[in-house]
């Protein structure tokens, strides 16, 4: 059984594409964890409800709950942060509370955005610095338990219908695709429905049709070509060291 640490900004940012996988995970017996940074609570979305920042980032923690209990996730970790500032803070502070989980959680691969964030917040493009940053920092201070850093991205290929915003990667940079099966889509779909807030979002962009062919990864440090089709593959975790 190998360990997976999932690292993303916003609540929805884990169901907007690699849900599904992560179900598939949890399926086939890994320890899937998840940090969160912030609790989302700056999304425009909340003038729909009347709701004050407090109070939306209270309703998407609880949502972010449900969410942990559809996918089976081993663990769920919401921190604090300002949704849409990062950018402002020190990083030093957000590296330390990154660094933190990681030492707790011990995982053998982690996986955040790729450098372009694939939509281009700015809070999606400080999670990829830090946590590049962080898992640099411990591989050189000994911590041998990580193998694998993946960069959640999608493709630029078959971009039918997709918002003009989101990037993907040529080709050559993904290093992983991983396929899942009915059953890990559906209970990816079950988890998106969680959301309650974004509804509307969720049904006029259905996210999951971006992954429909696998969900993608570039891997820091390696080239794989052809990819890999496990992000577990290669790694000595596979046979339980």
Not at 152 to 158: A, G, I, Q, R, S
């Amino acid at each position: 059984m190998a360990r997976i640490l999932y690292v993303f900004p916003h609540p929805d940012d884990e169901s907007f594409g690699p849900g599904p996988l992560m179900a598939k995970q949890r399926r086939q017996g890994h320890a899937v964890y998840l940090l969160t940074l912030t609790r989302g609570e700056a999304t425009t979305q909340r003038a729909r409800y009347g709701y004050s920042k407090e109070e939306m980032g209270a309703v998407r923690y609880r949502e972010m709950q449900a969410v942990a209990q559809t996918l089976g996730l081993t663990d769920l970790t919401v921190l604090d942060f300002p949704d849409g500032g990062l950018a402002d803070l020190d990083p030093r502070v957000l590296e330390e509370a990154v660094a933190a989980c990681v030492e707790r959680v011990q995982p053998n691969v982690v996986v955040t955005y790729a450098v372009h964030g694939i939509s281009g917040h700015p809070d999606h493009l400080v999670a990829h610095a830090v946590v590049k940053r962080v898992f640099c920092a411990l591989r050189a201070e000994g911590a041998g338990y990580l193998r694998r850093l993946a960069f959640f991205t999608l493709t630029e290929e078959n971009t039918t219908n997709r918002p003009a915003h989101l990037k993907g990667s040529p080709p050559e940079a993904i290093d992983c695709t991983v396929a899942f099966e009915e059953a890990d889509r559906a209970q990816g779909k079950a988890a998106l429905a969680c959301y309650e807030t974004y509804r509307d979002v969720v049904e006029a962009h259905q996210p999951l049709r971006h992954v429909a062919g696998g969900v993608c990864f570039s891997l820091f440090g390696e080239q794989r070509q052809p990819p890999l089709d496990d992000l577990f593959a290669g790694l000595a975790v596979e046979q339980g060291s």
